[in-house]
């Protein structure tokens, strides 16, 4: 086994570890709500539970497509639905509460240097092993505790993107629209998990409506209490949240 496949399976160990007493459920932990139920109208196309992902395939934990999050931010969420839907707009999340163990399963990506199938979308510019020292990827993450959401603005009536399949061409997450997959997001500058300095909110790289687009998103998110995480303009995260010290394991299914 070489270095960094023992690795991995060090990092597999641990998030074996963290599995026990962590029951398998079906439904949500104890202070959690599908967002469905709170806020039906809230598009939701969660990344993780198919292949067009960073990694190019369903991710350990997400066994539905489901968003699921604490109650606290779910009610913030559809008052910024309400919010930005008198603006012509509604929300669009791409992920919600994410197991520890998927988390785990990131991290055991990230130190994978062959595992390099999405490179061409998702970090075209980034050499894969600075993507953990830049902290875009993390052994723990704030969607674990349930109150971390990724989120973008689509015009009002539109649904999902269309679907990608393993196989399917590849376009430079941070390519023009019209070049880069054809998301049903308004124009934020990049594509969403784009390991790229010009998905940082205030990225002086992107044009003045991208700018503006995402200025749209962060008053409505900022308005209901949300925090951005400045790296990432589809990243965040309720700063009243009710865990802040606890990381859920429990699977989406």
Not at 48 to 59: K, L, Q
Not at 121 to 138: C, T
Request: aromatic share 10%; hydrophobic share 40%; glycine share 8%.
């Amino acid at each position: 086994m070489n270095v960094a496949r023992a690795g991995i399976a060090a990092v597999l160990a641990g998030a074996a570890a963290l599995l026990v007493g962590a029951c398998s459920s079906s439904g949500p932990p104890e202070g959690f709500v599908r967002l469905a139920d709170v806020a039906p109208d809230i598009v939701q196309e969660m990344r993780y539970h198919g292949e067009h992902n960073f990694t190019g395939r369903p991710v350990t934990g997400y066994d539905a497509p489901q968003c699921w999050l604490t109650r606290q931010a779910a009610e913030a969420l559809a008052q910024v639905q309400a919010d930005v839907m008198a603006q012509g707009y509604s929300l669009k999340v791409y992920d919600c509460y994410r197991p520890q163990r998927a988390v785990s399963e990131f991290v055991a990506w990230a130190g994978d240097p062959q595992d390099n199938a999405m490179q061409a979308e998702f970090y075209p510019r980034v050499p894969k092993d600075e993507i953990i020292p830049r902290g875009l990827i993390a052994e723990k993450s704030g969607h674990s505790r349930g109150s971390t959401v990724d989120v973008t603005l689509v015009p009002l009536g539109t649904g999902v993107s269309p679907l990608w399949s393993a196989g399917d061409p590849l376009a430079d997450c941070a390519a023009p629209v019209g070049e880069r997959f054809a998301d049903t997001s308004i124009d934020m500058g990049t594509g969403f998990d784009c390991f790229d300095p010009v998905a940082a909110t205030d990225s002086a790289e992107v044009t003045s409506n991208q700018a503006l687009n995402r200025k749209i998103l962060v008053t409505a998110m900022e308005a209901a209490g949300f925090g951005n995480l400045p790296e990432e303009w589809w990243h965040y995260t309720l700063a009243n949240e009710p865990f802040p010290d606890t990381f859920f394991d429990a699977p989406i299914g």
